[in-house]
């Protein structure tokens, strides 16, 4: 079949390359436009972009994939198929009716929980058990559409919202040509998405990753692990910004009760913080303006004693 590939994330980087290696007919990717990254402002690429370069392929990248240029554009490019994966940009109907057979989109949920812009985010964060990755139909509606493939995988205890992209893009690499085969062959199926079962997974903001020492300690190791790479988990210490990389959870721990944030233990094993239900113990962190770190590290450093707050002075 004859596709477009609509792409812009890291996610979308090994579906693009599984249709690379497929016997399909890429016509061209679309991703988003470069910009100025860094501290020197420096042009970037998108990571889909740097694969389609590598393969040598048509990359089209428009402001808005919506003008009259760009529809006239993707038109004339004749295409059985647009597959959407983490592009970044929402699709007009007129768009989305070009394509000869259908517009397809790899999500990374079980549909319909989680339509949106952060749906691994969310599923740690939530505490979910399992995730999976949807092949939609796509409509003008966001992710409402009716699905073609799902596969369904478990979230393990210390999984982050980073391992498991990683999973899924595995994952939705290897349904989307499942789906391509049954499409081409006609031997599929168009199952309606239920709306009373739709949960929303809206994009992450830099206070998401603010810690409330008044949560339980799960929801706030749920917290550290879903908001990585962005925004990350951030408290205060000593009126700066830290961040916390990784911790575990410590339902019982021995002594007096404490304040919510007060630290109450802090040596080789790690920094063990009272939440309001529970006790979590800090192994990687960062304080702000200096290098991500051990807790055994940190102690030394920063000299953090047991009986000092976290959270204190936000």
Sequence with gaps: MRIVFFGSAHFAVLPLEALIKSQHELLCVVTQPDK????????????????????????FQPEDV????????????????FVIVAYGQILSQEVLDIPRLMPINIHASLLP?????????????????????????VVAKMDAGPSIARQEIKIQDQETAVTLEGKLSICGAQLLIDALA???????????????????????KKDTGLIDWNNSAVNIHNQIKGVLPWPGA????????LKIFAAQVLPIFPGHKPVCGEVIRADEHGIVVACGRGFLEIKELQLEGGKRML??????????VAGETLGKDK
Excluded: C
């Design 113 to 137: 929980r989680y339509r949106g812009a952060a749906p691994i985010n969310w599923a740690v964060m939530n505490g979910d058990k399992k995730t999976g990755v949807t092949i939609m139909y």
């Design 182 to 204: 049954a499409i081409e062959k006609h031997d599929y199926r168009l199952v309606e998405q239920q709306e009373e079962e739709a949960v929303y997974a809206p994009k992450l």
């Design 234 to 241: 951030f408290t205060s210490y000593r009126k700066k910004m």
């Design 36 to 59: 100025k990254k860094g501290r020197h402002l420096k042009v970037g690429f998108t990571d889909v972009k740097n694969t389609a370069l590598l393969g040598s392929l048509k990359v």
């Design 295 to 304: 807790a055994k590290n940190f102690i030394s450093g920063h000299k953090l």
């Design 66 to 81: 919506n003008d009259q240029e760009s529809v006239k554009f993707l038109k004339s490019l004749n295409a059985d198929l």
